[in-house]
C-alpha cells in the first residue's frame, strides 16, 4: 500500500509539473488567435474586466492527463503494470466531453453564435448519447458494482435500470460542474478536491488504477488552478467544466460509491439546483426571482462578498465535504 501511495503521489506531481510547463506556450497561442471570453451582460459589473481573458484552458489539464495515462497503458505492453486498461473508460469521457466542450467555446467566441455558444438543446442530445454510451459499457464491459451505500455490506443491484441512472449523473454532474465554473479557481478547486476524494475512496477499496488516474487528474487540475486563480490568467471553458464533470461522474460510478456525489460534489450540486429553482421560481411567479442571480455563487457576489471569499470559502465547505465523503465510504 505505502508503495501504490508513493505512486499515486509521484504521479499527481509529474502531472502538475507537465501542465505548468506548458501552460504559457498554450497561453500564447489562445491570445494569438484571440480566444477570449466573453461576458454577459447581466453578470456583477466587476467581472467585465475579465473580458478577452483566454478561455478554452481545459485543454490545458486534459493533455497531459491524456499523454501521461497514454503513455502509462502503452507501458502494460512492455511488461509494467503500472495502469489497468479499465481507466481508458474514464480517458474517452474526458476527452470526448473536452471535444464537446472546445465546439460549444468555439461557437461562442469566433463562431455563428458568438456569444452564446452551442445549442442546448444540441449540447444537451450529445451529452446524453455519450452518457448513455458510458453507462452501457460501465455496466455490461466493465461490470462495476452499481450501487454501493454506506453501512450496507455488498453491492445493491439495479438491473437494467442502471443504464438510465448511471447517464442521468454524468449528464447532470457535467452541468453542475458547468454552473460551478464562473469564478477564479472555483470549479478548478473544487473538481480537484472531489477527484482526491473519490482517488482516496478507489485506494480504500483496492482499485489501485483508478486511484492513480484520479491523481494525475489532481495533479493537473492544481497546474491548471497555477494561471487560474485570482486574477485568472485563463479560464477552463466548457472544454474543462463539461469533461470534469462528466469524469468525476464516471469516477465515482466505477467505484460504486456514486450515491456520496450528494456530499463530495456538495457545491456543484448546490450551484445547479439553484439554477433549477431559480428558473421554476421565475415561471411560476411570473418574474420573481428566488435567488439575486444563479448560480448561487453570484447571489452571495451580490450580497458583498469579494470573488476569492465566495472561492474561498465554498473550497472550504467541499474540503469538509470531501472528508466526510471518504469517512461515509469507510462505514
Not at 193 to 221: D, E
Request: hydrophobic fraction near 55%; proline fraction near 4%; glycine fraction near 12%.
Amino acid at each position: 500500500m505505502t508503495e501504490n501511495n508513493a505512486f499515486v503521489l509521484g504521479l499527481a506531481m509529474f502531472s502538475f509539473v507537465m501542465t505548468v510547463i506548458w501552460g504559457t506556450p498554450l497561453l500564447r497561442v489562445l491570445r494569438h488567435f484571440r480566444i477570449g471570453k466573453l461576458i454577459r451582460v447581466d453578470e456583477p459589473g466587476h467581472h467585465n474586466v475579465k473580458m478577452g481573458t483566454p478561455t478554452m484552458g481545459g485543454v490545458l489539464f486534459i493533455v497531459p492527463v491524456l499523454l501521461l495515462t497514454g503513455l502509462l497503458n502503452a507501458a502494460n505492453f512492455i511488461g509494467f503494470d503500472v495502469i489497468g486498461t479499465s481507466v481508458l473508460v474514464p480517458l474517452i469521457v474526458l476527452v470526448s466531453y473536452g471535444v464537446l466542450g472546445a465546439l460549444d467555446d468555439w461557437e461562442g467566441v469566433r463562431g455563428k453564435r458568438r456569444g452564446e455558444g452551442m445549442r442546448a438543446r444540441t449540447k444537451f442530445a450529445a451529452q446524453v448519447v455519450l452518457a448513455l454510451g458510458t453507462a452501457y459499457v460501465l455496466k455490461e464491459f466493465l461490470e462495476v458494482p452499481e450501487m454501493i451505500l454506506p453501512g450496507i455490506k455488498g453491492g445493491i443491484e439495479l438491473g437494467w435500470w442502471y443504464i438510465p441512472v448511471a447517464a442521468f449523473i454524468i449528464v447532470s454532474e457535467s452541468n453542475a460542474v458547468n454552473f460551478t465554473d464562473g469564478l477564479d479557481g472555483l470549479a478548478g478547486l473544487i473538481s480537484a478536491t472531489a477527484f482526491a476524494a473519490f482517488g482516496g475512496i478507489a485506494l480504500m477499496q483496492g482499485q489501485i488504477f483508478l486511484a492513480r488516474f484520479c491523481f494525475t487528474v489532481v495533479g493537473a487540475l492544481f497546474g491548471f488552478l497555477w494561471f487560474n486563480v485570482h486574477p485568472a490568467e485563463l479560464f477552463m471553458g466548457d472544454t474543462g467544466s463539461l469533461s470534469l464533470g462528466a469524469t468525476l461522474a464516471v469516477v465515482a460510478l466505477m467505484t460504486g460509491q456514486w450515491p456520496l456525489l450528494l456530499v463530495i460534489a456538495i457545491i456543484p450540486l448546490s450551484e445547479a439546483l439553484s439554477v433549477v429553482i431559480q428558473v421554476g421560481y421565475f415561471k411560476l411567479t411570473k418574474g420573481k426571482r428566488f435567488f439575486k442571480m444563479a448560480p448561487i455563487h453570484l447571489h452571495f457576489e451580490l450580497l458583498g462578498w469579494s470573488e476569492t471569499q465566495v472561492v474561498q470559502r465554498f473550497w472550504l465547505i467541499a474540503l469538509l465535504a470531501g472528508m466526510v465523503g471518504v469517512g461515509l465510504a469507510l462505514v
